[in-house]
Nanobody
Framework: VQLQASGGGLVQAGGSLRLSCAAS?????MGWFRQAPGKEREFVAA????????YLDDSVKGRFTISRDNAKNTADLQMNSLKPEDTAVYYC????????????????????WGQGTLVTVSS
């Protein structure tokens, strides 16, 4: 499975960006992670194809939403009210099978990764 992420860029604090991840084929679970300089990769959001269950890290709840388009095999991350601390390289990830809820925030639960897209939020 190949993943192609797009939509990153530079935005002022309080602004919005929309990231999109296109998969070469359907996968059961898709997620977004981010990695800031000098920090470990961390979970942001995930969505399951079946049922559309969504998961968001507490740090982005109320500001970010994740959605999917089954017909296009895409998962989008809408990011609103962006803060400087949201600055990071954002990676989309996918796993062919459904990832259980207790493991959905774990980077090791995902088999496929996109190339990353940089999001910079200026203060």
């Amino acid at each position: 499975v190949q993943l192609q992420a797009s939509g990153g860029g530079l935005v002022q604090a309080g602004g919005s960006l929309r990231l999109s991840c296109a998969a070469s084929r359907r996968t059961s679970t898709m997620g977004w992670f981010r990695q800031a300089p000098g920090k470990e990769r961390e979970f942001v959001a995930a969505i399951r194809w079946s049922g559309g269950n969504t998961y968001l890290d507490d740090s982005v709840k109320g500001r970010f939403t994740i959605s999917r388009d089954n017909a296009k095999n895409t998962a989008d991350l809408q990011m609103n009210s962006l803060k400087p601390e949201d600055t990071a390289v954002y990676y989309c990830a996918a796993h062919y099978n459904s990832v259980i809820a207790s493991a959905i925030r774990d980077v090791n639960s995902y088999s496929y990764w996109g190339q990353g897209t940089l999001v910079t939020v200026s203060s």
